[in-house]
């Protein structure tokens, strides 16, 4: 595989689409709907009915022919021949000069196009009365099929289930879905100097992070996380938790050790196991990057694909989001738009920036809506990569694109909102 010395991030991030398509599952499972949540539809799901069946009322109020507003008179006076029920039909002829009380989703009686709204509606024992000047012929009606019309697609294959599409789905009489298999991704961290939850502090040591936020995020997208632990810097263990992690797992995640250090030894172990290549991606926090796959003793399955994450904290919480998160939901089954990144706002930076064009930035900050303007964006706090109360306190991320150059308090910057992502 052979890229430049530094890409950009955005030709990073096609490089993994390429690689993740290839990797993809295909097996798939029905699942009951409520269990389908975050899920990954393996087939269109067609509707087998239009949706709403019939024409039905918007609204609470009273359904009459909208001929009547075609007349000469400002107000229009019908008399009230019954009422309609939402889940029941109305099956009496209703003539000029007639309407009938219409309750919000019920059926329009046959014949009738149009509904004036309860509050607008004056009472005369048993008419009703109304300015015809606030209504045209097929106001407040649903016409049928106007959501979804019978034998097309309601959900496409790819589409990543979400509450309205569950919602959709229920609508549709749909009890059970089928859905691509749960992605299995094994994660570890390395390093000499972690210590694991539990241990007794020692001088020189810190405790492990990463393992607890990736774990968060793969559990987030709805994988089944398998999780490795804490692996020292040792060529042997490294290798055989890497292999381990290969039998068991769709792909691989591990933090640490990708860089040139001298104890690093992820390296040469990957490469040893795999085919891999080596990125340093033009962006800060984080650059070094392992991207690859590890085969393991099943021939009839796909080797296991492997992403390789700097050790800093907040370095890894922004290159998976970045690069792993898009790349895991096209290996999902994803489509296009279930794989898409999050779409990035626009805010105004409350302070200067510094920035030299040639890399992509990624800051925290905190976003706070403004009435009439957009939405104000203010770091939060150290923006070493190391700092991971910064991204704790910030609740997006400035994105400083590759070619721009220094910020100044007031302009306007792109965003990537956390919500949705975290």
């Keep these: 595989m052979s890229v430049p010395v530094a890409l950009r991030v955005d030709e990073a991030q096609a490089l993994l689409a390429q690689l993740a398509t290839r990797s993809a599952i295909t097996a798939h499972e029905e699942v009951p709907l409520h269990a389908a949540l975050q899920r990954v539809l393996a087939h269109d799901l067609v509707s087998p009915f239009s949706v709403p069946p019939h024409d039905n009322s918007a609204m609470d109020g009273y359904a009459f022919s909208g001929t009547a507003l075609q007349g000469p008179d400002a107000e229009v006076r019908l008399q009230v021949v019954g009422t309609a029920l939402a889940g029941t039909a109305w099956h009496q002829p209703v003539r000029d000069g007639q309407a009938v009380r219409i309750m919000t989703g019920a059926k329009m009686p046959p014949g009738l196009d149009t509904v004036v709204a309860l509050e607008q509606c004056r009472i005369d024992g048993d008419a009703v009365r109304f300015d015809a000047r606030v209504l045209r012929p097929g106001d407040n009606r649903r016409l049928a099929g106007e959501d979804l019309r019978q034998g097309e697609p309601a959900l496409r294959r790819g589409d990543r289930l979400g509450p309205a599409a569950l919602g959709l789905a229920g609508s549709l009489g749909s009890a059970r879905l089928a859905v691509f298999r749960r992605l299995r991704v094994a994660y570890f961290s390395t390093g000499d100097e972690l210590l694991s939850l539990g241990d ?154 510094a920035k030299k064009p040639g890399r992509t930035e990624y800051q925290r900050a905190w976003v706070q809506p403004r009435p009439g303007d957009l939405p104000n964006a203010r770091l939060a706090g150290n923006q070493g990569s190391g700092v991971l109360s910064s991204m704790v306190k910030a609740n997006g991320l400035v994105v400083l694109h590759h070619d721009q150059g220094d910020v100044a308090a007031g302009d306007e910057v792109d965003v990537m909102m956390f919500e949705g992502v975290l």
């Design 200 to 353: 007794a502090p020692r001088e020189g040591a810190i405790y492990d992070s990463n393992r607890h936020t990736v774990c968060a995020l793969l559990r987030g997208l709805g994988c089944e996380v398998i999780d490795l632990g804490l692996v020292r810097d040792d060529p042997a263990s490294l290798e055989a938790t890497l292999q381990q992690a290969a039998d068991q797992a769709d792909a691989i995640i591990t933090s640490g050790g990708v860089s040139v250090g001298d104890a690093d030894h992820t390296r040469a172990v990957m490469q040893r196991l795999g085919e891999m290549a080596f990125w340093r991606i033009a962006m800060r926090p984080g650059r070094p990057m392992a991207v690859g796959s590890i085969a393991h003793g099943d021939p009839g399955r796909a080797p296991a694909a492997l992403f390789g994450l700097p050790g800093n904290p907040v370095a890894t919480m922004v290159s998976f989001l970045a690069f792993v998160r898009p790349a895991l939901l096209r290996m999902m089954g994803g489509n296009e738009a279930a794989a898409a990144a999050p779409p990035l706002l626009r805010a105004r930076s409350a302070s200067a920036i």
